[in-house]
């Protein structure tokens, strides 16, 4: 079964709103989380890594005051995608590795964010 | 030169076949590997997860791991329609604080 679960799976917003995603580690602490974008046929694109009780780290071009990252506990992260643009429109999927040596990543089903 | 290669396809099999999809890669370094399936509008699903070189089955699915030629292979028999999605492989170093490296994926689909 799922170990992460993301909550929206899919969400429309106007242009200038703020959306809201969720990662949930289910059965493990995450002290670790990954923000990953994806555009249609391509694969995965690292956007930031979420550290649980300290600051985010960001990718070379991810605006870090644009993608807001919070992460809240050591089973939630949170991404925020502030002042939202149709460019913006995407597939945003978190992930997360157990919290052991060497673990694989555990992916959330992915956030499908339309920007109209 | 990528981290990691991997051919993006699409492939497209008749039902039954046996499907071998490939990746390889530059760091010697690499030591787990991974491969991952992931259908329309969902995220990437574990499929399997290897270290060092060698095989690993599981049910349907052989992962097969060559260190010496940096290249690593998922083989899928008696392939179903289910199958068709794409798939991802990813590798990661030993004790690197979590940096993982994927390659582009390949689509396949399995024709009934």
């Known amino acids: 079964g799922a170990v992460v679960s993301q909550h929206p799976s899919w969400v429309i917003c106007k242009s200038g709103t703020s959306v809201k995603i969720e990662c949930r580690s289910l059965?493990?602490?995450?002290?670790?989380m990954f923000w990953y974008r994806q555009f249609p046929k391509q694969s995965l694109m690292l956007m930031a890594t979420s550290n649980e009780g300290s600051k985010a780290t960001y990718e070379q071009g991810v605006e870090k005051d644009k993608f807001l990252i919070n992460h809240a506990s050591l089973t939630l992260s949170t991404l925020t995608v502030t002042s939202a643009h149709p460019e913006d429109s995407s597939f945003y999927i978190c992930?997360?590795?157990?919290?052991?040596?060497?673990?694989?990543?555990?992916f959330g089903n992915g956030t499908r964010l339309t920007v109209t | 030169q990528k981290e990691v290669e991997q051919d993006p396809g699409p492939l497209s099999v008749p039902e039954g076949a046996i499907v071998s999809l490939n990746c390889t890669y530059s760091?010697?370094?690499?030591?787990?590997f991974m491969w991952y399936r992931q259908y329309s509008r969902k995220g990437p699903e574990l499929l399997m997860y290897?270290?060092?070189?060698g095989n690993k089955e599981d049910g349907r699915f052989t992962a097969q791991v060559d260190k010496s030629s940096k290249y690593i292979s998922l083989f899928i028999r008696d392939s179903q329609p289910s199958d068709s999605a794409t798939y991802l492989c990813?590798?990661?170093?030993?004790?690197?604080?979590?940096?993982?490296?994927f390659g582009t994926g390949t689509s396949l689909t399995v024709i009934p």
């Open positions: 290897t270290y060092s070189s």
């Open positions: 760091n010697s370094a690499f030591q787990y």
């Open positions: 992930s997360a590795p157990r919290d052991r040596r060497n673990s694989p990543l555990h």
């Open positions: 990813a590798m990661t170093l030993i004790n690197t604080g979590n940096q993982f490296y």
């Open positions: 059965d493990f602490q995450a002290t670790t």
